[in-house]
């Protein structure tokens, strides 16, 4: 087949904020309702945005209208997180509510703000594949810096699954359980992303205890990264029967295990082994087959 004379473009607006702002500021809904992109940080983790009061953007009290003001704020947490978190992420607006505390007049702001920390966090609970649902708060000031109106924004945040994994989740484990027979199902493979639990099925990050287990959903009590593996996680193993429990702080360790978590096993008469993923599922599978109550949480990336 005969190569094309024009190279296939490349080129992508947000990769480049100041040509993106551009595009922004040029969107016709925008420019009718004098809405302007200030500012867009080259990480992506800030935005500024303003709206002027002209005779053709006013109500009849002469202030903004309500539903400017909405629009203002809109689509900016979206684009911050989808550029922050990549192409291995789903991000969608879910949900926004304004709150209108005083007529707007003259010049008003809005600045969207991300830090590392928040990133970090968002990663850690969408580790387990499980959807999330994160709120995003901002405030529309004035030139005098009173508020004029606060937004709620809640979004839909959701890891991809690598390609040919299968995710098992809580709620597909409870409508219909594996049958497995004998003690705890043994892990037939572990790679980096991929778990894959004999009688269960493939999956990210995993739960497991003698005769079942599920993909670990991050969310349902806390855990990330930084803060580490939560009690209410290692609960559900204590009762499923565990007497053994081994904690796995990823391939790369960089999930903590708060000595609190391995406290509240201790305490409760139960061995508890924390180590690197790959060490973990060595020593779980080893466990399984001599037919010890064994359970853990295995991490399946960083």
Same mark, same amino acid.
Request: glycine fraction near 10%; hydrophobic fraction near 40%.
């Given at each position: 087949?005969?190569?094309?004379?024009?190279?296939?473009?490349?080129?992508?607006?947000?990769?480049?904020?100041?040509?993106?702002?551009?595009?922004?500021?040029?969107?016709?809904?925008?420019?009718?309702?004098?809405?302007?992109?200030?500012?867009?940080?080259?990480?992506?983790?800030?935005?500024?945005?303003?709206?002027?009061?002209?005779?053709?953007?006013?109500?009849?009290?002469?202030?903004?209208?309500?539903?400017?003001?909405?629009?203002?704020?809109?689509?900016?947490?979206?684009?911050?997180?989808?550029?922050?978190?990549?192409?291995?992420?789903?991000?969608?607006?879910?949900?926004?509510?304004?709150?209108?505390?005083?007529?707007?007049?003259?010049?008003?702001?809005? =600045?969207?703000? +991300?830090?590392?920390? /928040? %990133?970090?966090?968002?990663?850690?609970?969408? *580790?387990?594949?499980?959807? $999330?649902?994160?709120?995003?708060?901002?405030?529309?000031?004035?030139?005098?810096?009173?508020?004029?109106?606060?937004?709620?924004?809640?979004?839909?945040?959701?890891?991809?699954?690598?390609?040919?994994?299968?995710?098992?989740?809580?709620?597909?484990?409870?409508?219909?359980?594996?049958?497995?027979?004998?003690?705890?199902?043994?892990?037939?493979?572990?790679?980096?992303?991929?778990?894959?639990?004999?009688?269960?099925?493939?999956?990210?990050?995993?739960?497991?205890?003698?005769?079942?287990?599920?993909?670990?959903?991050?969310?349902?009590?806390?855990?990330?990264?930084?803060?580490?593996?939560?009690?209410?996680?290692?609960?559900?193993?204590?009762?499923?029967?565990?007497? =053994?429990?081994? +904690?796995?702080?990823? /391939? %790369?360790?960089?999930?903590?295990?708060?000595? *609190?978590?391995?406290?509240? $096993?201790?305490?409760?008469?139960?061995?508890?082994?924390?180590?690197?993923?790959?060490?973990?599922?060595?020593?779980?599978?080893?466990?399984?087959?001599?037919?010890?109550?064994?359970?853990?949480?295995?991490?399946?990336?960083?």
């Amino acid at each position: 087949m005969k190569k094309s004379f024009f190279p296939q473009l490349r080129f992508k607006p947000m990769d480049h904020p100041r040509i993106f702002k551009m595009i922004v500021n040029s969107w016709p809904p925008y420019l009718g309702a004098a809405i302007a992109v200030e500012e867009i940080a080259r990480d992506w983790r800030t935005i500024r945005v303003a709206m002027k009061l002209r005779w053709y953007n006013r109500n009849y009290v002469n202030s903004h209208f309500g539903g400017s003001l909405f629009s203002m704020t809109d689509p900016f947490y979206m684009l911050m997180l989808i550029r922050n978190l990549g192409r291995d992420y789903v991000v969608w607006d879910m949900a926004a509510r304004i709150q209108y505390l005083k007529p707007g007049r003259g010049k008003v702001r809005a =600045v969207f703000s +991300l830090d590392a920390e /928040r %990133l970090d966090d968002i990663r850690g609970k969408a *580790e387990s594949g499980q959807k $999330l649902t994160e709120i995003f708060l901002v405030d529309v000031i004035d030139a005098q810096g009173e508020k004029v109106a606060t937004v709620k924004k809640t979004l839909y945040i959701r890891k991809k699954a690598p390609a040919g994994v299968t995710v098992t989740t809580k709620e597909a484990v409870e409508q219909t359980p594996p049958v497995i027979e004998g003690g705890s199902p043994v892990i037939l493979s572990s790679k980096w992303g991929k778990i894959e639990v004999a009688g269960i099925g493939q999956g990210k990050d995993w739960k497991i205890w003698p005769s079942g287990g599920w993909v670990w959903d991050w969310s349902e009590h806390g855990t990330g990264h930084r803060r580490g593996i939560q009690t209410g996680d290692v609960q559900e193993l204590i009762d499923r029967g565990c007497q =053994v429990v081994i +904690l796995t702080s990823g /391939r %790369l360790g960089r999930l903590k295990v708060p000595l *609190e978590t391995v406290e509240f $096993l201790e305490t409760r008469g139960i061995k508890v082994i924390v180590t690197g993923t790959g060490k973990g599922v060595h020593l779980y599978n080893e466990y399984a087959r001599n037919g010890a109550a064994v359970g853990g949480l295995f991490h399946a990336t960083c």
